[in-house]
């Protein structure tokens, strides 16, 4: 069928791909010392493909024939977990308790509000609960735009997951000039941090959630924000989607920091994502 074949050689190098729209009669897959090539020929008219292996090596290989397209009835468990729908109806459907899940790549978004514990103090309790759970509800409804999902709230800070870095970045942006406009004038924003890499879905408090160093560092991002700025390992700023989004955002500061936990320092930038509160611009001035 309409699709790609991938092969490749084990424990090398070696390996090549070809679309095909037609199903093959034949194909010829010719392994030599630094390639493999393909060649596909006529069209098959059961649906069957006669495979034919040419090996020019001096050596037994072991060479591997896969699809090359998704599969209409599988999915990664990244992107499933990044599913708003999924999280919402399955949570509870978490790891089995003592079972620990890898997850190969993942991308990890925290937040935080800058000036809410003066807002309870200036408006009152009733009035300040109301706008934080506004800002929540906001804040779900942007992450769910940008393909992520809200994986749990921790007092004022949110946790949620994509299943590239490009998208949380692109949350973070949406999510903090929101914040800035609906809630601005209330003195509170937010600060931010992600970071992308592999992780643990487990069972916790029977629901699903992810540990690891990917997930650690990433609260340890957001934590070194301050109000309207988004902080990120330098390397991750320098990808391709990720420069893209941010050629027109201001760095604020680029610094290395020992982050909580982490052996080594970390070269990280700060992305002026919006025009920092009173509070927060205080704190940024005195480098604190």
Known sequence: RDGAVLVRTLGSQRAAERHEHDVPAELLVRVRADAVAIEASGTAEGGDTRLVLVSELDEPAYVLLERGTWSSDAVLGAAIASFPEFVELFATEAPAAGLDLSIGRMAFFFS???????????????????????????????IAKHEGAVVKTMGDAVMATFCRIDLAVAAAIEVTEAAAHDHGRHGIGVKLGVHEGACLAVRANDRLDFFGTTVNIAARLQAQACGGELVMLRDLAEHPRVAALL?????????????????????????????PTVASATVRASGQ
Do not use: C, N
Request: aromatic fraction near 6%.
């Open 112 to 142: 935080d509000l800058t000036g809410s514990t003066a807002l309870y103090e200036r408006v009152g309790d009733a009035r300040a609960y109301a706008i934080v759970q506004d800002h929540f509800r906001m804040m779900e409804t942007v």
């Open 247 to 275: 050629q027109t955002r201001p760095i604020a500061r680029r610094f290395r920091a020992a982050l909580k936990g982490i052996a080594l320092e970390q070269e990280l930038v700060g992305v002026e994502l919006s025009p």
